[in-house]
């Protein structure tokens, strides 16, 4: 098929006119329009039609005119926007938010680039409101990075860090634990551009839930409350407290058991059991004695539960030189910081990572996240720092007022 003509609206005026001016000069019609069509570039037929539309114009024929026509002509041009603006807004309201918010403006780039093909760049941009010149310079930057603003560049390497650390603390950080992390890396960021980041990403903490009761109160005397619901310590190995929590398995329930050292919250003795007997936390308490060396006063505080108030764990405390303590009220307050711990461990683990088959995995992880929590977990009460680093720079102060009283 040929390439079809345009002609220019002063040489369609002017043949027509030559036609109606020298008709006479002719045999026929048909013989001016031959004769004048070739010598003026035009096809016979093309010229035909013209005199034709100019007949009809003027009024001298039936038919539609050439307003009537350019009329219908834009009438089906807008209904064909129409049609597809529609279609446009149709796969687009998927992405719109509940009272027309707009979305995100990546949402909207990734959308062009999926029906650009079926619709073009601009009538998209037309009926999404976004300009195409943000669309265009969206890709080129896409395609070279270097093209990014200042800010946008910066908040990419920041997200990378943000990411990493918050991976490295088993996903469990929120903003606030983040940026402190990124703090003492000496990576310099602002708290707001860390929860800005993260809630771009979708990154948030774990949020701690309800705790389910598992004492069983004693009804033996107990030995007075030493603690009275101040759970603060001068020194490590001042103040320990124990409870333990349960799990559901597929099995059946796992019971774990902490002893928490109150000066630094490190987690000198824990231990999962199939059972709730005095046995597991008992074997909790032998391993907190093997891994710290008790040479002072120690308070050991636990709840009413008939585990921590057995003959066999009282007598074990005694031989160890240790205070045994039980809260006098009987509520969860009585032994808030064990409670706590408790919560961060259903949490950052339990609840996050389960279910949980059997025993032995959740010993796994229990291990795991102990040895995160300890050395490396940090904590607002102590500064931001992990458990670790505060009981060593307590010993590191102890060591330096030694040397200046001249007793190193």
């Keep these: 098929m040929g390439k079809r003509i345009r002609y220019a609206q002063e040489v369609k005026e002017r043949a027509v006119r030559m036609v109606f001016d020298h008709e006479k000069d ?6 001016a329009i031959m004769s004048i069509a070739s010598k ?3 096809t016979p037929e093309s010229l035909r039609k013209w005199v034709k539309q100019s007949e009809i114009d003027q009024g001298l024929k039936d038919g539609l ?5 350019a009329r219908i002509k834009e009438l089906e041009r807008e209904n064909r926007e129409l049609r597809e603006a529609n279609e446009i807004l149709r796969k687009a309201s998927a992405l719109f938010r509940p009272g027309g918010a707009r979305p995100p403006k990546e949402i909207m780039i990734s959308f062009i680039d999926e029906n650009r093909e079926d619709h073009g760049v601009e009538p998209l941009c037309r009926n999404i409101q976004i300009a195409p010149s943000t669309y265009y310079e969206m890709k080129s930057r896409q395609s070279d990075p270097d093209r990014e603003p200042p800010r946008v560049q910066r908040d990419n390497i920041l997200k990378y860090e943000i990411r990493r650390v918050w991976f490295e603390n088993r996903c469990v950080y929120g903003a606030k634990k983040v940026w402190q992390a990124m703090n003492k890396e000496k990576i310099p960021v602002a708290r707001c551009t860390v929860e800005r980041l993260m809630r771009s990403m979708g990154l948030r903490g774990v949020i701690r839930g309800k705790k389910v009761r598992t004492t069983i109160p004693a009804k033996d005397n107990r030995p007075d409350d030493l603690v009275n619901r101040d759970f603060t310590a001068s020194r490590p190995n001042g103040l320990w407290v124990a409870d333990f929590t349960y799990v559901s398995t597929w099995r059946s329930f796992v019971y774990v058991s902490f002893i928490i050292d109150v000066f630094s919250r490190m987690i000198v003795g824990w231990r999962a059991s199939m059972s709730m007997k005095t046995d597991f936390t008992l074997d909790a308490l032998n391993q907190a004695l093997w891994a710290r060396k008790v040479t002072e006063r120690l308070i050991h505080h636990s709840d009413r539960g008939s585990q921590y108030l057995a003959i066999s764990y009282t007598e074990r405390l005694i031989e160890a030189g240790i205070d045994p303590s039980v809260g006098s009220r009987g509520d969860s307050y009585d032994n808030a910081m064990a409670e706590t711990i408790n919560s961060l461990y259903k ?3 339990i609840h996050k ?3 949980w088959r059997s025993i032995e995995q959740v010993e796994l992880a229990t291990l795991d996240w102990v040895d995160w929590f300890n050395n490396r977990r940090i904590m607002e009460p102590l500064g931001y720092l992990s458990p670790k680093e505060f009981e060593m720079m307590y010993y590191e102060q102890e060591e330096s007022l030694a ?5 190193k």
Aim: charge should be negative; include cysteine.
């Design 353 to 355: 990572d389960g279910p």
């Design 40 to 42: 003026t570039g035009c």
């Design 347 to 349: 949490a950052e683990v």
């Design 26 to 31: 002719y045999e026929s019609r048909w013989a």
């Design 65 to 69: 005119s050439s307003d009537d026509r």
């Design 403 to 407: 040397v200046s009283a001249g007793l």
